[in-house]
């Protein structure tokens, strides 16, 4: 039997709640959902249907490499670039070059940032 599934929300361990909940909202544009709960805990939306969960707590011994990621896709991905580069973040190709947009085999464009405490974030061109 197949099922359908539909993403609900992406949840990562962050060692500053604060931070990690500016850079989304600030930097990925990301909008703050009110939800009561506890203190540790923030949600954004991510387009206005999909959310991250961030959950303030001891990130130390969390192991990250850009083959561990989350993707998005931005329907203005110039503008996107543009915004990033004006705000002064970090971003690379999938090689790594700093600064530098990558193309994928099938033509899709894609930015890779780094949140506050390493995880990777995948960009890309609605293609």
């Not at 931005?74 to 002064?88: L, P, S, T």
Request: net charge negative.
């Amino acid at each position: 039997m197949r099922h359908t599934f539909s993403l609900d929300h992406v949840a990562l361990l962050v060692s500053n709640l604060e931070r990690s909940t500016a850079f989304y909202r600030d930097i990925m544009g990301f909008e703050l959902i009110e939800r009561a709960g506890s203190p540790n805990v923030a949600w954004l939306t991510i387009g206005g249907i999909d959310a991250i969960h961030l959950i303030e707590g001891d990130a130390s011994t969390t192991r990250l490499t850009k083959d561990t990621h989350f993707a998005l896709r931005v329907a203005d991905f110039d503008a996107y670039v543009a915004d990033i580069r004006e705000k002064g973040v970090t971003f690379y190709d999938w090689p790594g070059n700093l600064g530098q947009v990558g193309t994928r085999g099938d033509g899709v464009r894609q930015a890779y940032v780094q949140d506050p405490d390493g995880y990777w974030v995948e960009v890309n061109d609605n293609g």
